[in-house]
């Protein structure tokens, strides 16, 4: 059974920083592309950043972009979102996903998905 687990979110001031991890479990991810997602109480949820199979290429969407870091560990089954400078509106319930069904990336489109890791940031 395929599993991705968040972990690593919690409370934190304003220009804080978290590490976020999701650890893959039931098959390796190592040549697939993987993303964070996040969806905030009352909004969709919305794109936040993209690395493909061997970490050469990341995308990131424009609000986090100079400020969150991903990362992957292949020989870990592991990607990370590196969080700095956080912001009240970054407050969200974070989201990994794991291989894209679309070459979109940013639309949402994966195959497997965790079950979030809340973030809140407090002003």
């Known amino acids: 059974q395929v599993q991705l687990i968040e972990s690593g979110g919690g409370l934190v001031q304003a220009g804080g920083s978290l590490r976020l991890s999701c650890a893959a479990s039931g098959r390796t991810f190592s040549s697939d592309a993987m993303g964070w997602f996040r969806q905030a109480p009352g909004k969709e949820r919305e794109f936040v950043a993209f690395?493909?199979?061997?970490?050469?290429?990341?995308y990131y969407a424009d609000s986090v972009k100079g400020r969150f870091t991903i990362s992957r560990d292949n020989a870990k089954n592991t990607v990370y979102l590196q969080m700095n400078s956080l912001k009240p509106e970054d407050t969200a319930v974070y989201y990994c996903?794991?291989?894209?069904?679309?070459?979109?990336?940013?639309?949402?489109?994966?195959?497997?998905w965790g079950r979030g890791t809340q973030v809140t940031v407090s002003s």
């Open positions: 690395i493909n199979w061997s970490g050469g290429n990341t």
């Open positions: 996903a794991a291989t894209p069904t679309t070459s979109d990336y940013r639309l949402g489109r994966y195959r497997y």
